[in-house]
């Protein structure tokens, strides 16, 4: 374990779940309240008097929401079944391989519900890639038994987006501009490889909330005007404020395909809606990914700290928290554990426990300093 930024996942995980429990009652003065349902910063969501926030109020577990998952589930498996088969070349469809827990699920249940649909999986290199996902990629390869393609762009491409996006922050912090981006990237690619390859369909392990709350969508299909139409902005940001025209001409241009060769996309796991024991719990049972393999802090891409410590040091609060609170309110994910977690990064970030070095290295690759972010650690 040579590489400084797995090391120090590794650290934070440890220290979460076996000192932190007792670390926090000695600092508890120094954190934000939390809501006592979804464990949402108070700087996130207001709270009541009993510790509550304003969502978990409002929010009510519907049967309705239920057998719309069932009916969405129904649809997509009709679906998928028509496309075994249906590819005029080699594939029938392009399948989003991040090495992580989810994208492993996916392609694991795919293999066995539709064994006729040829795929080929597709795993892009963003140049601060987690070294456990891209070790996860390699050894599930030859398991899952798929064709596979691994791009990698040259690393200043990215390091130039990561470094407009995260220095232009939008109301989503770091999930919401530079996490954002980098997965719209990879999209991209994938349309434009399907093309290429006259692939019909993709496959995306993105969750329903990703969907709903990033893509702005309420489908486990992306719309075909959205998929026939060109990259101009991501995130918000003009990609012409980011980058050179030529470097622009590695965006998704779908205006330029014929109708015929621009794949449909689809999420799979917005379809069947699940808890994230239930992903974790089949991966390790199918003998895929072990615990240390599939915990989300170790497998995302290496500039995660950096984008955790940025948006506490700007808003008070992760981006990412948005989603978990989500996932904890709808019972889909630990509160104790997401609590534990969103508490000590607010912490670690404030002191530069564990991460300072972690997160000045990552801001000189960007050719950054901590004042280019407004991080300013308390020693």
């Known amino acids: 374990m040579s590489d400084p930024s797995e090391r120090v996942a590794r650290l934070f995980e440890f220290y979460v779940q076996n000192v932190w429990p007792v670390h926090r009652k000695l ?87 539709f064994p006729r649909l040829r795929m080929l999986a597709f795993t892009i290199h963003n140049g601060f890639m987690s070294p456990v996902a891209e070790r996860n990629v390699q050894e599930l390869i030859e398991r899952l038994d798929i064709d596979h393609v691994f791009v990698r762009p040259r690393k200043a491409f990215h390091v130039k987006l990561f470094r407009y996006c995260i220095t232009h922050l939008n109301a989503d912090g770091g999930y919401g501009t530079v996490d954002f981006s980098d997965g719209e990237f990879m999209l991209d690619t994938a349309r434009r490889l399907a093309a290429e390859k006259d692939i019909p369909l993709i ?26 139409s060109d990259r101009v902005e991501t995130a918000g940001l003009p990609l012409k404020d980011i980058f050179a025209p030529d470097e622009v001409e590695l965006w998704w241009h779908g205006a330029r395909w014929p109708r015929g ?109 901590t004042e280019d972010v407004g991080i300013r650690f308390n020693e």
């Open 203 to 228: 496959l995306c392990g993105y969750s329903r909330y990703q969907v709903q709350n990033g893509l702005r969508l309420d489908d486990f299909e992306s719309p075909r005007e959205r998929e026939c």
């Open 261 to 369: 060769r621009v794949a449909r996309l689809f999420f799979p796991l917005f379809a069947w809606d699940l808890e994230e024991e239930e992903v974790k719990k089949k991966v390790a049972e199918w003998g895929l990914l072990p615990k240390k393999a599939h915990s989300p802090i170790a497998t995302n891409h290496k500039l995660i700290p950096l984008l955790g410590v940025t948006d506490v040091h700007q808003r008070g609060y992760s981006g990412f928290e948005i989603e978990f609170c989500r996932m904890i309110r709808e019972g889909k994910a630990d509160y104790r554990q997401w609590l534990f977690t969103f508490e000590f990064l607010e912490y670690t970030a404030r002191t530069g426990l564990f991460v300072k070095s972690v997160v000045i290295d990552l801001l000189a690759q960007l050719g950054l300093r």
């Open 27 to 113: 600092v508890k003065r120094r954190l934000s309240r939390r809501c006592r349902s979804c464990a949402a910063s108070e700087k996130m969501l207001a709270l009541d008097s009993a510790g509550v926030c304003v969502s978990c109020r409002s929010f009510v577990e519907a049967a309705p929401a239920q057998r719309r998952s069932e009916r969405d589930a129904e649809a997509l498996s009709q679906s998928l079944g028509r496309y075994q088969g249906a590819g005029t070349g080699l594939y029938d469809a392009l399948v989003l391989f991040s090495g992580g827990k989810d994208s492993t699920y996916m392609i694991h249940r795919l293999r066995t519900e």
